[in-house]
């Protein structure tokens, strides 16, 4: 939840000059999104997202992001559809920053998740893979498994004693045992990467709503499950639901088959997912953004997470046969 | 701007029970609100705040706000209107906090202020006084003349060599002559008591909207004014802008007129403003809240207010024959 960028009036008025939007009724700051200056704006024409793309964001990858999220809303997914201008752009300029107006979907996020939840969510995923397998642009994962010793290296800098040292040489241990197992050929294409709870929407017991494409980028589909597996299937006290992560499963597979070498995998990237949370996470932690105003996640977390995949034998252990 | 409590979905849940207003389709946290954690709320009947009040507003005064935003609203002021529940209350608890929801009230407040902002100003804020008269209910100014010298004793308290030393003889010394020279009878009602830029909105060359009335209070009319001369009509280098005070004064006197002693007196009250603003900054800068999504204003430009208050002879300095 932020808001970096404060607009002013002129500057709104004259993004809306660029669109058939009508005149600004109302922007409000929203308390939403980490990336981001996020506004909900009313003009005459209905209600939007004005989003402000901040530093962390690379403005290169800006064209794949809102290509992305047009090209999954023409499919019928339900990604937010970017706006497009009197000049048939998505992407403009406000207050010296990158900007989109973006479709406002209705829907809540859930804090409590059930089981259900997760097999509308695997549901989901499976249609996000499936709608995107045509999309034409491509972007590499920067945050997979090269990342990680680097990122493991800027952690153990930046730490200066923070920490329980004892991660370090353990995140280590697991990053060499990634490097030299991770798979090379699994079935591929667009990848969310971020499925959060916060970044879905439930409306009425169906998904309203997949936000925040602002990880998107071309892996194995199965990642993008380990990565759910990480974020939705784990209850507060650390403990793994193997009825959540079987329902995630069994929903996914209603829309697209996985492959055998996926299920094999599938600990496997878990554990990958794992490190790449607890890094980025651990990361932010050291390196607090000063004004953000957001609190950044515990990383302890995601080391829990991956010591319980670490004692995955097989994908039984997440509730399929 | 602030989100400072979470709402889950059963909490929402069970406030939308309690209302006529159908299902919550979406609810954000907005940046925007010190005091409180703000939400705009999006249910099947139309689009709403939900306003979760905090610590730092007393429970027992909510009937107060919340009574005087019904009333302003009802006399054709534009007040966001609290909604009632269906057993007839405006207030409500959600997360362990008394929570209200509001009308959503379009415009935009503005950054930056003409003349003609503040002739609209003036006018308003007669307005709100004469709609305001017939309010049966009334509260004390607790940030009047009695709060300052104990504001001043805590800030003193606080400090520790924080800030610049120069500051404390010279506020204690302008203490000292409010406590002997603030009149006692000048004509009194409803004032807002916080009329800052942000709390006007502003669509197509009108006010479109009046809000947070969390300061509203019994006290001198005049005394609204000379807080609203403070706000409105400094500029950003700190210069002080007559046309805008003529303005602001003109506009006023558009609806309601002053008695000569509310004028005698504008100096002397604007002075007591500056005070009240810095003391109150000073305050909140030495005693930041922890998990507050807010930075605290900067107090010393209310020294800078208070210093060409205390230069000004009559009315005049600020436009008035």
């Known amino acids: 939840m932020a808001v970096y960028t404060d607009i002013s009036d002129d500057e709104l008025d004259d993004l809306l000059d660029q669109y058939d939007l009508g005149q600004a009724l109302s922007c409000k700051g929203v308390a939403e999104g980490v990336e981001n200056s996020n506004f909900l704006l009313h003009t005459e024409a209905g209600y939007y997202f004005l989003t402000l793309y901040e530093k962390r964001v690379n403005a290169e990858d800006l064209p794949f992001f809102l290509g992305l999220m047009e090209h999954l809303a023409a499919g019928g997914f339900m990604s937010p559809r970017p706006i497009e201008a009197k000049d048939g752009n998505n992407l403009k300029e406000v207050a010296g920053r990158p900007a989109a107006i973006i479709e406002f979907l ?73 490097e030299n197992h991770w798979p090379t050929d699994l079935p591929s294409g667009i990848i969310h990467a971020d499925l959060f709870p916060d970044n879905i929407f439930f409306l009425k017991d169906k998904v309203s709503g997949v936000i925040d494409y602002y990880f998107a980028c071309t892996d194995f589909f199965a990642y993008d499950l380990a990565i759910c597996v990480n974020a939705w299937c784990f209850e507060n006290d650390g403990s793994f639901n193997i009825t959540k992560a079987r329902k995630l499963l069994n929903g996914y597979r209603d829309v697209r088959a996985f492959s055998q070498q996926e299920l094999e995998f599938l600990p496997l990237l878990c554990r990958g997912a794992a490190v790449r949370f ?23 977390e995601y080391l829990k997470k991956l010591q319980f995949h670490q004692a995955v034998k097989n994908v039984a252990a997440y509730g399929l046969d």
């Open 106 to 178: 209705d829907g809540r996020s859930v804090r409590r998740i059930t089981p259900q939840h997760c097999t509308l969510l695997g549901q989901a995923l499976a249609q996000l893979h499936t709608i995107g397998s045509d999309f034409k642009m491509t972007r590499v994962n920067t945050l997979s498994l090269s990342s990680w010793r680097p990122l493991y290296e800027a952690c153990l800098k930046s730490d200066a004693g923070q920490s329980d040292a004892r991660i370090f040489p353990e995140v280590e241990k697991e990053i060499a045992f990634l």
């Open 278 to 300: 607890l890094l980025t996470r651990h990361y932010d932690w050291l390196n607090q953004i000063e004004g953000a105003l957001v609190k950044p996640k515990d990383p302890m």
